[in-house]
């Protein structure tokens, strides 16, 4: 019932900005805290970037501080996260991810419902 889809994945040179959506269906975003994370190959999936439903807070892993921006519209149902300034060590598929609770955080494990992926790729 609860659905996740991320959209606008794509290949940008190093310096290059793009910009993920992350779409809800059956449920609504107010109700949970969303996450972004991704993963490289080989390596673990990380926290990217997170959203509160209950104040708007946003977080941003030490590596995207500055270069990335999250944000939310309730119209749409939807949570973006824009991404400039982008880096080959960016190059990742980003999941987007939702929990049960109102107060975002970059802990993996509480995050219950995943996306599919999008990927990125940052490359010359």
């Known amino acids: 019932q609860v659905q996740l889809v991320e959209s606008g994945g794509g290949v940008v040179q190093p310096g290059g900005s793009l910009r993920l959506s992350c779409a809800a269906s059956?449920?609504?975003?107010?109700?949970?805290?969303i996450g972004w994370f991704r993963q490289a190959p080989g390596k673990e999936r990380e926290g990217v970037s997170c959203?509160?439903?209950?104040?708007?807070?946003?977080d941003y892993a030490d590596s995207v501080k500055g270069r990335f921006t999250i944000s939310k519209d309730n119209a749409k149902n939807t949570v973006s996260l824009q991404m400039n300034s982008l880096k080959p060590e960016d190059t990742a598929v980003y999941y987007c991810a939702a929990a049960p609770f109102r107060l975002g955080s970059l802990d993996i494990r509480l995050y219950y419902y995943w996306g599919q992926g999008a990927q990125v790729t940052v490359s010359s």
């Open positions: 959203i509160s439903s209950s104040n708007g807070r946003a």
């Open positions: 059956r449920f609504t975003l107010d109700n949970y805290a």
